[in-house]
């Protein structure tokens, strides 16, 4: 029995760097779509552009092939030239041996990506994709609700 195939696409945003973030994703399969999204107090972009990503691929209930698109280039980059795991490799630690910023959410998505067949697609943010505008959207709005709260 094959795979499922799903398009996932995800967002983060942050309102001030560290700030107020939020995440969006969207999954879909076939015709069917599901939105998901939240935020944190006290948070960086990059952290909410994981977060993204790994929210949307904890939300797969079984093995899947998943293409997930975003504009994160931190995201993208980490994992398809393979820091991310090279920085696991040496105990959370950069080549310049400085750490290696998020280590727990690596730690989160590197062990979901052994569970998934996942192919990462780098795109570029507020140009008018559709999905990644949605996301955009979804991150943005759960940010607003720390805004006031910090």
Known sequence: MSKKQIMVFTDGACSG???????????????????LSGGEAQTTNNRMELTACIKALE????SCVV??????QYVVNSVTKGWAESWQRNGWRKADKK?????????????????HDVEFVWIKGHAGHPENERCDE?????????????
């Open 99 to 115: 750490p290696a910023l998020n280590a727990d959410l690596w730690e989160r998505l590197l062990k979901l990506l052994t569970l």
């Open 138 to 150: 979804l991150a943005v709005n759960e940010s607003k609700k720390f805004i006031n709260k910090c």
């Open 67 to 72: 293409k997930l698109t975003t504009d994160s």
């Open 17 to 35: 760097n560290p700030g107020p973030g939020g995440w969006g994703a969207i999954l879909r399969f076939k015709e069917v779509e599901k939105e």
């Open 59 to 62: 939300a797969l209930k079984e």
